[in-house]
């Protein structure tokens, strides 16, 4: 038995398997991810993304489902860029924040001498305001890593973080 899952590729969109990788492109830029699973085969034929496998292990039905989220979200982003809004937080010293091409550095957090840094991988725009942070891109995972690698580099370390609730935290996901 075959299981198969399809996504149809949107007007705007042009989509295209070059080997293992798909490749989306549209009015916003153009993507590609790698799709190789073995027992999988990936294909875009007549305006449609197709995934599809003769396998019955849940292993590599999963992986079904991912491909077709991942395509999904691909097709997504090169529409519309995705965008993440970030709140400042701080009650006891003021955070500063500076935005450099490849990295945000947060200074003074927690009074801390140090700066900390959290990478800005490439394709990834970043726009800081006083008490906000909006990242926006047309790769859903690098907005999502970018937003991640904030909220890791704020962790609170060796104090109490229901006194200490400083940090800069996700607020919404458009």
Not at 147 to 168: L, M, N, Y
């Amino acid at each position: 038995m075959v299981s198969q899952r399809k996504v149809t590729v949107p007007k705007n969109v042009t989509a295209e398997m070059n080997g293992t990788t798909l490749v989306v492109s549209g009015p916003k830029g153009k993507l590609e991810k790698k799709m190789r699973y073995p027992g999988i085969s990936v294909k875009v034929e007549d305006g449609e993304f197709i995934v599809e496998t003769e396998s019955t292990r849940k292993k590599i039905y999963a992986m079904l489902g991912t491909y077709v989220s991942h395509a999904d979200n691909m097709f997504r982003g090169v529409q519309e860029e995705y965008v993440y809004t970030m709140k400042v937080v701080y009650n006891h010293f003021p955070i500063q924040l500076k935005a450099t091409k490849d990295q945000l550095e947060i200074a003074n957090f927690l009074g801390e001498k140090e700066t900390r840094i959290a990478k800005i991988p490439e394709g990834v725009k970043l726009k800081v305001g006083s008490d906000e942070i909006v990242i926006s891109g047309i790769d859903k995972e690098l907005v999502g890593m970018t937003s991640g690698r904030i909220e890791r580099a704020t962790k609170v370390r060796g104090r109490d973080t229901r006194v200490f609730q400083d940090g800069i935290y996700i607020v919404n996901k458009a």
